[in-house]
């Protein structure tokens, strides 16, 4: 099992987990969970504080499962341990425990040491800068202080990427209140970090062209147009319009939102944009865009010529339900990303979240009633904490009473449940996951595409969703190809693992290497 991810010498999993996993065994093997997915809430009263806003899973410990930060608004941040499929909360232990109202968080390996650390960004009542925490061997250690990314103000989205090719993350961060801001990573390349005086990032926004100055809450970098940079959707809101950065390749970007009659134009002040989720949503080989927002939400669909078509009207996503967050999975490992969109209309507590099936091409709302949230919803990421191969859901809830931070286990029989293959895309060493990458799966035999995903960068809005790529494997696929395309410096590099065996990998993920 060349590549695989040693997950060796975990705890016991807890009585409840056992119980779950014992009650899907017990489906049939030709029964069909499309029909209807089911989840269980775990640890109620670990995830029991009101005012969650952002969360973020990443890997912070390197044990082989998924670990999950949660920002306030209340009360201290909160990262979940994952021990084993049972959580515990060790922020204030390591150093992670900010009192800050926190609107945004990212995890993103940004010295190349192998370890993910966080960006935590605030809100404008603040009276401290965001802070970028350097992940020291499980210990964190607030480093904001002389790296030059010690903003203040209404912070909404971070996100990691490697915008200029030339092999670390810079960082890019959504602003409500200001000009958004890049800041490019000027650290030694391709070297773990040594000192703090190694690493300092540059305020690049005005000589990159990105400095938005609308009222931004959503991002979203890809490259959509396949030239081998990122580019990036910005999702404005009070009627301000959308912008969609083209990047140039030298260090600058071009707004091409109205080139591309994606800017919605014309809005109120009470309309906007506010969550951009990327996936390739129809198996077409190409990534597709939907947007959560204040008003009919938007699926626009990939041509694959560097335009898009907004598709909203035929699959029947263009709710009106004031959205706000929107994140894409295959629940039912049917082979198709179904599509879990939020809600929240200040001074009304019921706004109905909405669970679109995709049933190839046609999505019908299937929420179970027990995810049906009361509550000002805001991150929501999905990940597969208890490593039996379907996608768990985290939802955080704002500011009311009873708008606590859910975590559900999804409760896909065990069969379906471990047809699935999770594929990590890291650099030449194995060790940093790399944000922006496309991973792609195809059946061995037939060469058909069974999906193509995004390496997550801390996208959307208050989420950050796991950063190995989750894939559902449908009937009948025995072997698959892995292709990851990474994409910096005006290249376009695609690394092939051929005739994989989905269930090698069970509990874990695949590797793939920069390198090959």
Do not use: K
């Amino acid at each position: 099992m060349a590549g695989s991810r040693s997950v060796g010498g975990r705890p016991a999993l807890p009585f409840s987990l056992l119980a779950s996993i014992f009650l899907a065994t017990c489906a049939g093997p030709g029964e069909d969970p499309s029909a209807a997915p089911a989840f269980d809430r775990v640890q109620s009263d670990l995830f029991a504080t009101p005012g969650a806003q952002p969360n973020a899973w990443a890997d912070f410990d390197r044990d082989g499962d998924l670990d999950l930060f949660v920002g306030m608004r209340y009360s201290e941040n909160r990262l979940y341990r994952n021990e084993g499929g049972y959580f515990v909360d060790v922020a204030p232990a390591l150093g992670l425990a900010d009192l800050e109202d926190t609107r945004a968080a990212a995890w993103g390996d940004y010295d190349g040491d192998g370890d993910p650390d966080l960006y935590v960004g605030h809100s404008a009542t603040a009276e401290t800068p965001n802070r970028l925490y350097r992940n020291d061997d499980q210990v964190f250690v607030d480093v904001t202080p002389g790296l030059g990314v010690d903003l203040i103000g209404n912070t909404r989205q971070p996100s990691w990427i490697d915008y200029d090719g030339d092999g670390d993350l810079d960082l890019f961060v959504a602003m409500r209140d200001q000009p958004n801001r890049l800041f490019r990573n000027d650290g030694p390349v391709g070297e773990p970090a040594t000192s703090d005086a190694a690493w300092r990032f540059t305020d690049v926004t005005e000589a990159s062209g990105v400095g938005d100055p609308r009222r931004t809450v959503g991002v979203a970098w890809f490259d959509y147009d396949r030239d081998g940079d990122l580019d990036v959707h910005v999702s404005n809101q009070n009627g301000d319009e959308d912008a969609f950065f083209r990047n140039e390749g030298d260090g600058t970007f071009v707004d091409v939102a109205s080139a591309l009659g994606m800017n919605h134009p014309n809005r109120g002040e009470e309309y906007g944009s506010v969550a951009p989720a990327v996936t390739d949503y129809d198996n077409d080989g190409d990534l597709d865009l939907f947007i959560a927002t204040y008003g009919p939400d938007i699926l626009w669909s990939n041509n694959g010529d560097g335009t898009f078509s907004n598709v909203t009207d035929p699959t029947t996503l263009g709710v009106d339900y004031h959205s706000t967050t929107a994140a894409w999975g295959d629940v039912d490992h049917n082979g198709l990303p179904d599509l879990i969109v939020t809600s929240y209309l200040s001074g009304i507590a019921a706004v109905e979240d909405h669970l679109f099936m995709n049933g190839g091409g046609a999505f019908t709302n299937e929420l179970p009633a027990n995810l049906l949230e009361h509550g000002p919803s805001h991150g929501v990421a999905w990940a597969d904490f208890d490593r039996d191969g379907d996608l768990d859901l985290a939802i955080a809830n704002n500011d009311q009473a009873g708008g606590t931070h859910h975590l559900y286990r999804n409760l896909l029989p065990a069969d379906f449940a471990a047809r699935s293959l999770q594929v990590a895309a890291t650099d030449a060493t194995g060790r940093t996951i790399v944000p922006g990458a496309e991973v792609q799966l195809l059946d061995h035999d037939t060469g058909r595409i069974l999906g193509t995903r995004l390496v997550d960068t801390g996208g959307g809005y208050c989420s950050q969703g796991a950063t190995p790529a989750h894939f559902g494997i449908p009937p009948g696929v025995e072997r698959v190809d892995v292709r990851v395309t990474y994409v910096a410096g005006g290249r376009r590099v695609t690394v092939v693992r051929e005739g994989v065996f989905p269930q090698d990998y069970r509990g874990s993920w695949i590797i793939v290497r920069q390198d090959g």
